[in-house]
């Protein structure tokens, strides 16, 4: 009988067999943006169980669960792990047509040399399989096997990093490096933000009095960062703003926050948008790219927010306004000389062509310079991924693109990855094919590097070691 995840799994041509198999299939990792734990990492952290190493934390497979009716006993609460596995276990096979289908197999394939599909009759048999392989795989095992070069995590301006700055003496076979991540300290209007700006004089040794003191904090934590590597910021933003004020106006902004005043929705535009103009210098100054992931609408359950808290699968898709104050944000930056690197991320498929076409004004010093970023989140499927390339193809250049990443908290989903190679291999092999670009190996095959990992490691300006 054949396996479902074959070697050729999604390879549909000849030529594009051709391609992965000889361009894209043996090339190293580096994935520059998730949401792994620098305390794992560390720790060289092992997994108990199946459900341990696949269902901790991984709120897309939750929203899966949710959605086939399982209890969220079995999801968030106190089942035991084995019951939760076998839970995961009956909603795989109603998931058809969604990537997590395609994931699950090949993370099975790749990591347990397993080609059963998870369903109720094969759970028992898989969940017992899994645990003994488990017992000799680590973290730095998992990230040696799948040929991870560069690990990007993300970490809040108040973490200590101190795991950070033990790995750097820990024999490991990457390079592991924080992305300075501040969105707690541009959200102003957060009921978190007088205790969190308390954390950040604490972490950086800054007596916070006024909206100057809070910037040299925050300076202060981007040269900790890059200390340690860093090579990238991250923002998560619901809606992209813009709406300058002047430096005493931000001032006096911050001072009513600390002291308890409401503030309008003006006077939180202004923050955000001096704030993020302000570290977007220090970013250029430090040679870090800027990543921008825009659009989610967070929290949408707030019976289940208050009772499992965020980051739990109860975001969604949103639509606000784009273009003109992202057109403006990026103006504003350009034309003082200070636009960074930037990758721009959109959750809404509605907005890609304007993400592709705004990356376009303000190309420069370096091919790609803007990127228009991977299909992310409700996007990072086959139709999102050919889609988002083919709009970069349509609008931009495809071959200066910087491809995938996981943004996962899983250990087991640089899989994703090879995903992504095989969907890209497969559309250039489609319009190798078609006669829409030329039958050319060597010219593919080029893209196929550049785009899997080249451009990657050259736009974060690493060495083949994963080090810059």
């Not at 003496?169 to 300075?180: E, G, N, R």
């Not at 095989?422 to 060597?442: A, F, H, K």
Request: charge should be negative.
């Amino acid at each position: 009988m054949n396996t479902f995840i074959s070697e050729d799994f999604l390879l549909n041509s000849s030529s594009a067999k051709t391609l992965y198999h000889d361009y894209a299939e043996s090339l190293p990792i580096i994935d520059y943006h998730n949401h792994l734990s620098p305390k794992d990492i560390f720790d060289n952290r092992t997994f108990a169980n199946m459900s341990e190493i696949w269902l901790e934390g991984d709120h897309y497979k939750w929203r899966a669960m949710r959605a086939c009716g399982i209890d969220e006993a079995y999801i968030t609460g106190g089942a035991s792990d084995k019951e939760k596995f076998f839970a995961w276990s009956k909603v795989v096979p109603q998931l058809l047509g969604n990537p997590l289908y395609h994931w699950v197999h090949m993370e099975l394939k790749r990591y347990f040399d397993c080609d059963l599909l998870l369903n109720e009759s094969t759970a028992e048999a898989i969940w017992t399989l899994g645990n003994e392989k488990l017992e000799s795989k680590s973290v730095h095992s998992l990230l040696e096997e799948s040929k991870v070069e560069f690990l990007g995590t993300t970490d809040d301006p108040t973490d200590s990093l101190s795991f950070h700055s033990d790995l750097q003496h820990q024999d490991i076979s990457c390079v592991v490096a924080p992305s300075f991540r501040p969105d707690k300290g541009l959200q102003i209007d957060g009921n978190h933000f007088p205790s969190w700006v308390e954390k950040l004089a604490m972490r950086s040794n800054v007596s916070i009095a006024s909206y100057n003191d809070f910037l040299q904090a925050l300076f202060n934590r981007i040269d900790v960062f890059d200390e340690l590597g860093c090579v990238a910021s991250d923002h998560g933003i619901n809606e992209m703003y813009f709406e300058l004020g002047t430096d005493q106006e931000v001032s006096t902004i911050f001072e009513k926050r600390l002291n308890g005043m409401k503030l309008s929705p003006l006077e939180i535009k202004q923050f955000k948008t001096v704030t993020l103009i302000k570290l977007a210098h220090q970013y250029k100054m430090k040679r870090w790219v800027m990543q921008l992931h825009i659009g989610p609408l967070r929290n949408n359950n707030s019976k289940m927010l208050n009772k499992v808290g965020p980051d739990s699968g109860f975001d969604s898709i949103g639509d606000p306004p784009l273009a003109e104050p992202l057109s403006s944000f990026l103006n504003e930056l350009e034309k003082n000389d200070a636009l960074p690197k930037t990758v721009l991320y959109g959750l809404n498929p509605r907005d890609h062509y304007i993400l592709a076409t705004m990356a376009g004004n303000f190309q420069g010093e370096t091919p790609g310079k803007i990127q228009f970023g991977t299909a992310w989140w409700f996007n990072d499927h086959i139709d999102g991924m050919e889609n988002q390339m083919k709009i970069l193809a349509n609008v931009g250049s495809l071959s200066t693109f910087i491809g995938m990443l996981t943004d996962s908290r899983s250990f087991l989903s640089f899989s994703r990855h090879d995903y992504f190679r095989r969907i890209l291999c497969n559309l250039l092999g489609s319009w190798s094919d078609q006669g829409l670009v030329p039958n050319d190996t060597n010219l593919l095959g080029e893209y196929v590097t550049k785009l899997s990992y080249e451009n990657a490691r050259k736009y974060f300006e690493l060495s083949k070691e994963g080090v810059r």
